[in-house]
T-cell receptor
């Protein structure tokens, strides 16, 4: 069964802390994505990566960075967490050149910044 | 710029009712792709369907059907004889042509569907 696994379902952090959100996929997908989900705003793309060590900014990259050192792992980093980064974070992956365009999502990481 | 509008924030129906979720999109591209995803309470988004802009044929899959109309820029989703298990958040999404290295999807705000028994 295909799987995208996010390391933490729930996190509570304090303002100014450094936060790591980890995502691992076991489907050998080239593409990986980080989205943020907020009520009334849907999903917004933060960063994506189409290969190891490659990254591209999405629509809302400010305050975030990412790391892709291995094909199966894509990390989202909040260098200095702020309260406006309280949100649900969703990781997704897809196969390069997939003709269905299907994204496979993890279950999400709900981050609360106090 | 791409935009997806799901005007219905929340819909409540009684089991066995039919329900239609609306999706209106904006794009300047002539080639684009439309998607529907379901997010059950567990949180993981599940892919339901993808349509390309050249194929306006409606599609039916069991109790699900989709109505794509380019003239009104709409891609509506109907669930026939709804069931409690259909309760979820449903997202409509758009990508402007399959990007060479991946699919950057623009999502709507989502519609919460509550099906009561």
């Amino acid at each position: 069964d295909v799987k995208v696994t996010q390391s933490s379902r729930y996190l509570v952090k304090r303002t100014g802390e450094k936060v790591f959100l980890e995502c691992v996929q076991d489907m050998d997908h080239e593409n990986m994505f980080w989205y943020r989900q907020d009520p009334g705003l849907g999903l917004r793309l933060i960063y994506f990566s189409y290969d190891v060590k490659m990254k591209e900014k999405g629509d809302i990259p400010e305050g975030y960075s990412v790391s892709r050192e291995k094909k199966e792992r894509f990390s989202l980093i909040l260098e200095s967490a702020s309260t406006n980064q309280t949100s649900m974070y969703l990781c997704a992956s897809s196969l390069h050149g997939s003709n269905t365009g299907e994204l496979f999502f993890g279950e999400g990481s709900r981050l609360t910044v106090l | 710029a791409q935009k997806v509008t799901q005007a219905q924030t929340e819909i409540s129906v009684v089991e066995k009712e039919d329900v239609t979720l609306d999706c209106v999109y904006e794009t300047r591209d002539t080639t684009y792709y439309l998607f529907w995803y379901k997010q059950p309470p567990s949180g993981e988004l599940v892919f339901l369907i993808r349509r390309n802009s050249f194929d306006e044929q409606n599609e039916i899959s069991g109790r699900y059907s989709w109505n794509f109309q380019k003239s009104t820029s709409s891609f509506n989703f109907t669930i026939t004889a709804s069931q409690v298990v259909d309760s979820a958040v449903y997202f409509c999404a758009l990508s402007e042509a399959l990007w060479y290295q991946g699919n950057k999807l623009v999502f709507g705000a989502g519609t919460i569907l509550r099906v009561k028994s």
